[in-house]
């Protein structure tokens, strides 16, 4: 059973920089290997909506336009990371790591068999 916990999140100005880290376990690193892994979020009173994707190996990935150069998504061992910069106001939200079983990339939250509980991210002006 694959169990993600998210951390990093916070209350930072506009402009700042946050990192999340996303761990995952009950699966050895060979295993971890094998998931593809995103990261979605959620702001109050919106539908959650995808941030980026790493493919197994961390060759592939893919943003949204909205994070598009601000982002930076990476993974190492068993742990996924979302570098944030130059936030703003409106990536406030709970940000959600989500992990599938299959090699490739995908922006769709029904492909992503594994979610963790969410970490607050608050930007303010």
């Known amino acids: 059973q694959v169990q993600l916990e998210e951390s990093g999140g916070g209350l930072v100005q506009a402009g700042g920089s946050l990192r999340l880290s996303c761990a995952a376990s009950g699966l050895t690193f060979t295993t971890f290997t094998s998931y593809s892994m995103g990261w979605f979020r959620q702001a109050p009173g919106k539908e959650r909506e995808f941030v980026s994707t790493i493919s197994t190996r961390g060759g592939i990935t893919d943003y949204a336009d909205s994070v598009k150069g601000r982002f930076t998504i990476s993974r190492e061992k068993n742990t996924v990371y979302l570098q944030m910069n130059s936030l703003t106001p409106e990536d406030t939200a709970v940000y959600y790591c989500?992990?599938?079983?299959?090699?490739?990339?995908?922006?769709?939250?029904?492909?992503?068999?594994?979610w963790g509980q969410g970490t607050q991210v608050t930007v303010s002006s």
């Open positions: 989500a992990a599938r079983s299959a090699l490739g990339t995908s922006r769709l939250e029904a492909r992503y068999g594994y």
